[in-house]
């Protein structure tokens, strides 16, 4: 495990969420919409990624869409609303496949969207075929040996990186000869080198796509000496939100 800061922080995010002392909500806004939210699905809302990768994806009129850990399903139903052909979406949390065709149903998208409980794509059919596949990756690295304690930490948390190599491996024989990746991360707090070397391996060129840099105040993250070696004279840590688009060679 090399980022000990993002380790940090993803410690942080989770403890936030799973709190008892957290006002529990069953809606929220985001990206000028209303969405329904489960128990047991990460809160989109609590940091700026996933509302800027959904933006960011290069939805494409007529094509066939994935969104990997779907969570409530926010890509998914947009690519319905843009005209996608056919809209799927996949995650490994059965509350969040059911929170996905709940908001797909909220926005009218329902006969549009197939939200599936999958291991990546193991619940996909071998003859599918993509044209864009989304995923805002749980980008924190964890040691290899760290078991998930409860579906909140999947959203968080890559041990080893190992879903990420997994990711790249399955996915390149279900792209059509023009299809492409997105991946969502950040820099600051992921494992950047280990993506990128998954993306290689597995036959992927990768260019970044886009990014936006984010200024966390150093004092919401209580006395850590890990946060304190990345916090500037402002108080400020330094973040990033960045996507990556990948080929197939």
């Known amino acids: ?90 995650d490994i949390n059965p509350a969040a496949v059911e929170n996905t065709r709940r908001n797909a149903a909220r926005h009218g998208v329902a006969g549009q969207v197939t939200a599936l409980t999958s291991d990546l794509f193991d619940a996909l059919d071998p003859a599918e075929v993509l044209d864009v596949v989304f995923w805002n990756t749980p980008f924190i690295e964890a040691p290899e040996d760290r078991l998930y304690a409860g579906q909140i930490e999947r959203a968080v948390f890559d041990p080893g990186y190992e879903m990420v190599r997994r990711f790249f491996r399955d996915v390149a024989p279900r792209l059509s000869a023009e299809g492409r990746v997105y991946l969502g991360t950040s820099e600051a707090m992921g494992n950047p080198e280990k993506m990128l070397r998954a993306a290689a391996d597995a036959g992927f060129e990768a260019r970044r796509y886009r990014s936006e840099s984010v200024e966390l105040p150093a004092a919401d993250f209580g006395d850590s000496p890990v946060v304190k070696a990345h916090t500037n004279e402002r108080g400020i840590v330094d973040m990033d939100f960045t996507m990556y688009e990948f080929l197939r060679r």
């Open 1 to 90: 495990m090399d980022n000990k800061l993002g380790y940090e922080l993803g410690n942080w995010v989770v403890s936030q969420i799973q709190s008892p002392d957290r006002p529990t909500q069953t809606t929220f806004s985001l990206l000028g919409l209303d969405w329904d939210l489960l128990p047991e699905v990460f809160p989109p809302y609590t940091d700026p990624g996933p509302g800027l990768f959904a933006s960011w994806v290069p939805y494409q009129k007529g094509s066939r869409f994935l969104e990997m850990g779907c969570g409530a399903g926010i890509a998914a139903v947009i690519a319905a609303q843009r005209g996608c052909e056919r809209v799927l979406a996949l």
